[in-house]
């Protein structure tokens, strides 16, 4: 359907991008108040600093922070750049989806999980903590998804069941074993259900190849942003960023990754 012809193909590829934006900007909302204890889905967005009320054209995504020159348009407080940097980057991650899964029940689902995580993000890197509800909110977007198909529910769910615990319980042992031998916690318990939830989309050796690139991506950050974050100590930095990251990557690129892998032999 996106290259029925190019008016077709904007037209897609435009309202994927403002889809984005506007998720990206909620995504963004609900972490920042999650992470600060406050109901995710209650009450009007509002200045961080003087508590004004944000009216429709301060909500606009991307768009209301460049005219107000990254302000408050009340007390002129400084607006953070990580919102229209993460707004702009869902809009390019919906673009990419979309060219990559057509406007399929693939495309929605996977909408559905970068948004999430990109949430999961942005509180893991404020509070360390990745809240069970966005999890939940994981396997919920598989479920409902998965009940849209058509197709035998019980059997495609628990397929994905099936790939997802194929990855995340030899992980589970293998992180209470490192505990055991480390005497400390090696992985967030928060963490391994993350890895399970988003496995329940893909088939396992796919699984594996979010795992494998998390851990990469993990190391990556925790190097570049050692300095940054970690006062209290070594490896201080959260998994959950690396994890969303491949997770994302894994949508676009797992399944020919993977190909390619086993073309090998
Ligand atoms: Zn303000």
Redesign the pocket.
Same mark, same amino acid.
């Given at each position: 359907m996106l290259h029925l012809t190019p008016a077709v193909t904007i037209y897609i590829l435009t309202l994927s991008a403002l889809f984005g934006l506007v998720s990206g900007s909620f995504a963004n909302c609900c972490a920042w108040r999650m992470a600060h204890g406050e109901s995710a889905a209650k009450g009007r967005s509002h200045?961080v *600093? %003087?508590g /004004?009320t944000l009216s429709p054209r301060e909500l606009i995504p991307v768009i209301s922070w460049v005219v107000q020159k990254g302000r %408050?348009r /009340? %007390?002129g *407080?400084p607006v953070s750049i990580r919102y229209p940097l993460t707004e702009g980057f869902t809009a390019i991650a919906f673009v990419l989806i979309v060219l990559r899964y057509d406007v399929t029940l693939n495309t929605l689902q996977f909408w559905i999980l970068t948004a999430v995580l990109l949430t999961i993000a942005l509180v893991d890197l404020e509070t360390g903590y990745i809240p069970d509800s966005l999890v939940l909110g994981i396997a919920l977007d598989f479920t409902v998804v998965t009940a849209l198909r058509g197709g035998p529910f019980w059997s495609l769910w628990l397929k994905g069941v099936f790939n997802a615990a194929a990855v995340a319980l030899p992980l589970l042992g293998l992180v209470l074993l490192m505990d055991r031998v480390l005497g400390r916690e090696s992985m967030g318990g928060g963490d391994i259900k993350l890895f399970f939830a988003i496995g329940l989309f893909s088939h396992w050796s796919c699984n594996l190849f979010t795992l494998l690139l998390s851990c990469f991506l993990g190391i990556a950050f925790a190097l570049i942003f050692r300095g940054v974050c970690t006062e209290d100590g070594e490896g201080a930095f959260p998994f959950g960023p690396a994890i969303a990251a491949a997770a994302f990557l894994s949508i676009l690129a797992a399944e020919p990754a993977v190909q390619a892998y086993l073309s090998l032999f």
């Open positions: 200045c *600093a %003087c /004004h %408050c /009340h %007390c *407080a």
